[in-house]
């Protein structure tokens, strides 16, 4: 599953080849997705200059002065700027055409969602949503008063979406490895000095994976267009039965609302 990085990097991707430019066409070869296309809605975009390519949470969204066309990319989608005449693949479910350029959007699993929303910009998807984590409004303050509230282990509640959006099973894993809080500890059981540090290292994990990310965005419409999961090196993250990288103690993993968590028993000790 695509996680905020691979989306902010298909953003600045996106960005590149489209911004600026009039949408010449809307095609929709499959009319539902998760949710049904408004193909009729999206209609009204033909003709209109992008004036930016936003994010918010895990949703691209293509603005227009009149409405934007709001993306998801759900369990296995993924985009490409390719050139018009460009033979269609299995899966190639919407493009928007600029010019002799399009973004398709394939997605063999249809989890993923292309929607509409007025020149407001709002729509029922955005109405739950917490805060940006790469923004000061998700603050140490904002997250210790959340935790101060929820009995459930840390790592549901900071991948729980009113909470703050964007942090998902990779990144959570990784950011309570890196400030020794064991996943199963109560919320408001976990210190003050270490919510402190588990805020600041949540923001540091998803700008490094940008970071790295965005290196690769020069071939952006070359590529296969998956976001797939940027090479680095994760500390715990799919490694189970291997060594801790700190302590070489061996890793272990607990099932935590349906997700795998990998620890370090010894490096996140459960503070109770
Ligand atoms: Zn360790």
Redesign the pocket.
């Known amino acids: 599953m695509p996680e905020l990085p691979e989306v902010e990097v298909s953003r600045l991707g996106v960005s590149q080849h489209l911004n600026g430019e009039v949408i010449t066409d809307i095609v929709i070869r499959t009319p539902k997705l998760r949710w049904d296309i408004p193909k009729a809605d999206l209609a009204k975009l033909v003709g209109q200059k992008i004036t930016a390519i936003s994010r918010r949470a895990k949703y691209l969204i293509i603005e227009t002065v009149i409405g934007h066309i709001i993306i998801h990319l759900g369990m296995s989608g993924s985009l490409r700027v390719i050139d018009s005449t460009t033979e269609l693949k299995k899966h190639d479910h919407v493009d928007v055409a600029v010019g002799n350029k399009v973004l398709r959007l394939n997605d063999p699993r249809r989890f993923g969602a292309v929607l509409y929303a007025n020149e407001s910009g709002e729509h029922k998807v955005f109405e739950k949503l917490g805060p940006e984590p790469l923004t000061d409004a998700f603050s140490a303050q904002h997250l210790i008063a959340k935790c101060s509230k929820r009995k459930a282990a840390i790592k549901l509640v900071i991948m729980d979406n009113p909470v703050v959006v964007g942090v998902g099973n990779i990144y959570a894993n990784e950011a309570l490895?890196l400030t020794g809080i064991h996943p199963l500890t109560p919320a408001n059981q976990v210190s003050t000095a270490k919510l402190i540090a588990l805020t600041q290292t949540i923001k540091d994990v998803l700008a490094a994976a940008i970071k790295q990310g965005g290196t690769t965005l020069k071939d952006f419409s070359q590529t296969d267009g998956k976001p797939g999961y940027f090479a680095q090196s994760l500390f715990v993250y799919g490694r189970e039965g291997e060594a801790?990288?700190?302590?070489?103690?061996i890793?272990k993993a607990v099932k935590i609302g349906q997700r795998a968590s990998t620890y370090?028993?010894?490096?996140?000790p459960i503070d109770m």
């Open positions: 490895f801790c990288l700190r302590c070489k103690t890793l370090c028993k010894k490096c996140q």
